[in-house]
C-alpha cells in the first residue's frame, strides 16, 4: 500500500514562502495522480493543487499564481512551493492520492 508522509511546514510571516513535500512509498509513483489538500480550523477540508502522472497541473483559484505544484518521480516525492503566503492560507495541508491520505503538516501564516 501507498504511504504518504508530508514535512515543511511551519510558522511564517505574510509574504513568505515554504516549500512542502509528500514522500510516497510505492515502485509505480509516476503514474499517480497527486494532490495538496488543506483544511483551516472549523472548515472543510479543499484541494489546492493537482498534479497527474503526464504533469498536467491544475489549482483552486485562491492559490493561482502563488503556490506551484511539481513532482519528483526519481525520488517519489511531490512538492507544494508556496510564495506569497496569506494568513488565510493557515491550514493543515494533507498529500492524497486515490484514497490514501499522510497525516499532514501545519502552516500557520502569521505576524
Known amino acids: 500500500q501507498v504511504q504518504l508522509v508530508e514535512s515543511g511546514g511551519g510558522l511564517v510571516q505574510p509574504g513568505g514562502s515554504l516549500r512542502l513535500s509528500c514522500a510516497a512509498s510505492g515502485s509505480i509513483f509516476s503514474i499517480y495522480t497527486m494532490g495538496w489538500y488543506r483544511q483551516a480550523p472549523g472548515k472543510q477540508r479543499e484541494l489546492v493543487a493537482i498534479i497527474t502522472g503526464g504533469g498536467s497541473t491544475n489549482y483552486v483559484d485562491s492559490v493561482k499564481g502563488r503556490f506551484t505544484i511539481s513532482r519528483d518521480n526519481a525520488k517519489n516525492t511531490v512538492y507544494l512551493q508556496m510564495n506569497s503566503l496569506k494568513p488565510e492560507d493557515t491550514a493543515v495541508y494533507y498529500c492524497?492520492?486515490?484514497?490514501?491520505w499522510g497525516k499532514g503538516t501545519l502552516v500557520t501564516v502569521s505576524s
Open positions: 492524497n492520492t486515490g484514497n490514501r
